[in-house]
C-alpha cells in the first residue's frame, strides 16, 4: 500500500498575500496543532517580564535567547543559549528564511495578554530577516510607509500555527505593528544578523 505524501515546508504555500509588501511571505499551518499545544505549555513556564523601551514598559512581556537588545543603551547583549525546545522550529524558520538553523542566531518571545498592542516600528538595523511564528490567537498584522503626503498602509491577519518572513523592502522600508490583540496569544520571532 502506497503511504500517504506527508508534505515538507516546500509543498506548503507560502503566499504573498494581496496587497503585502514585497518581500512579505506568509505560511498558513507552519505548525501543527500539537506542535503549538506543546510549545504553549513550555512557554507558560518562562519567566516573561514587561518589555522595556526607554524607560517605558509596554504592556507585551518577552523573553530573548541568543542576544538581548537592550533599547536604553541601543546596544546588543549576550542572553542565554537558544533552548532545546526551539531548536526544532528554528530549523523550519530558518528553511522559511533560506538559512542554515544556526544563522537564527536571536529569538524573541512575546506574550500578548489581551489589550496587548506592538506600535509601530522596524526591527533594529543590526539585524537582517526576521521570521516569526503565531501561537494560540490570530492578530492583525500591519505595514505602513512613508509616502508623499502621508502613509501607505496595507495589513494581513497572521492566523494560530502560521509563519511569515519579513525580508527586502517589507523588512527595510515599512514598518510594522499589531493592534490590541483580542485574546492571549505568543509570537516566536527569529533573526539573523547582518552580514
Same mark, same amino acid.
Given at each position: 500500500?502506497?503511504?500517504?505524501?506527508?508534505?515538507?515546508?516546500?509543498?506548503?504555500?507560502?503566499?504573498?498575500?494581496? =496587497? #503585502? /509588501?514585497? $518581500?512579505?511571505?506568509?505560511?498558513?499551518?507552519?505548525?501543527?496543532?500539537?506542535?503549538?499545544?506543546? &510549545?504553549? !505549555?513550555?512557554?507558560?513556564?518562562?519567566?516573561?517580564?514587561?518589555?522595556?523601551?526607554?524607560?517605558?514598559?509596554?504592556?507585551?512581556?518577552?523573553?530573548?535567547?541568543?542576544?538581548?537588545?537592550?533599547?536604553?543603551?541601543?546596544?546588543?547583549?549576550?542572553?542565554?543559549?537558544?533552548?532545546?525546545?526551539?531548536?526544532?522550529?528554528?530549523?523550519?524558520?530558518?528553511?522559511?528564511?533560506?538559512?542554515?538553523?544556526?544563522?537564527?542566531?536571536?529569538?524573541?518571545?512575546?506574550?500578548?495578554?489581551? =489589550? #496587548? /498592542?506592538? $506600535?509601530?516600528?522596524?526591527?533594529?538595523?543590526?539585524?537582517?530577516?526576521?521570521?516569526?511564528?503565531? &501561537?494560540? !490567537?490570530?492578530?492583525?498584522?500591519?505595514?505602513?510607509?512613508?509616502?508623499?503626503?502621508?502613509?501607505?498602509?496595507?495589513?494581513?491577519?497572521?492566523?494560530?500555527?502560521?509563519?511569515?518572513?519579513?525580508?527586502?523592502?517589507?523588512?527595510?522600508?515599512?514598518?510594522?505593528?499589531?493592534?490590541?490583540?483580542?485574546?492571549?496569544?505568543?509570537?516566536?520571532?527569529?533573526?539573523?544578523?547582518?552580514?
Amino acid at each position: 500500500m502506497a503511504q500517504a505524501h506527508q508534505p515538507t515546508l516546500f509543498d506548503a504555500p507560502q503566499i504573498p498575500p494581496s =496587497g #503585502a /509588501p514585497e $518581500g512579505f511571505v506568509y505560511q498558513p499551518e507552519f505548525l501543527s496543532s500539537e506542535e503549538e499545544a506543546e &510549545l504553549a !505549555a513550555w512557554l507558560a513556564t518562562l519567566p516573561f517580564a514587561a518589555f522595556q523601551f526607554r524607560g517605558y514598559e509596554g504592556r507585551r512581556r518577552v523573553v530573548s535567547y541568543g542576544w538581548k537588545y537592550d533599547f536604553t543603551r541601543s546596544h546588543l547583549d549576550k542572553a542565554d543559549d537558544i533552548p532545546s525546545e526551539l531548536l526544532p522550529v528554528r530549523a523550519r524558520a530558518a528553511e522559511l528564511a533560506g538559512h542554515r538553523p544556526a544563522e537564527l542566531q536571536q529569538v524573541l518571545l512575546n506574550e500578548y495578554q489581551p =489589550g #496587548a /498592542p506592538i $506600535g509601530w516600528h522596524r526591527d533594529r538595523p543590526i539585524f537582517a530577516e526576521v521570521v516569526g511564528i503565531s &501561537l494560540l !490567537a490570530r492578530c492583525k498584522f500591519r505595514f505602513r510607509r512613508r509616502v508623499e503626503g502621508g502613509f501607505e498602509r496595507a495589513s494581513v491577519t497572521l492566523e494560530p500555527r502560521s509563519a511569515y518572513l519579513l525580508s527586502g523592502q517589507a523588512r527595510a522600508v515599512w514598518e510594522h505593528s499589531i493592534p490590541p490583540v483580542e485574546a492571549h496569544r505568543y509570537s516566536i520571532t527569529f533573526r539573523n544578523f547582518k552580514g
